[in-house]
């Protein structure tokens, strides 16, 4: 009997945004940074970064892939892919 096991990068990814006030990300891998004013993440389809004010984290669940956010929305924008690999570890000792 074969299994079917979803990689992360097959993880469906995306965005509803209710009123510039509650953000719901699917396909989330990582949350690289966070403050009240910026939200880095990374999803399946690459660097997405949150702009807003009084910006808070109010659900993440990397297993599943989600995120929700509350706050007001100022700007959602796709970077290029500027990622390094390995954890933490061996970025601080580059």
Do not use: C, W
């Not at 992360?8 to 891998?29: C, D, F, K, T, Y």
């Not at 990374?42 to 929700?68: A, N, P, R, V």
């Amino acid at each position: 009997m074969a299994y079917e096991t979803k990689t992360r990068a097959e993880l469906p990814h995306n965005i509803i945004l209710e009123g510039r006030e509650r953000l719901s990300i699917s396909g989330v891998e990582d949350v690289e940074s966070f403050d009240e004013r910026t939200i880095v993440v990374y999803t399946s389809k690459g660097m997405l970064l949150i702009q807003g004010s009084d910006l808070h984290i109010e659900k993440l669940s990397l297993d599943g892939g989600d995120l929700s956010v509350e706050g007001t929305v100022h700007t959602l924008r796709y970077e290029e892919e500027t990622r390094e690999k390995g954890g933490l570890l061996s970025r601080l000792f580059k």
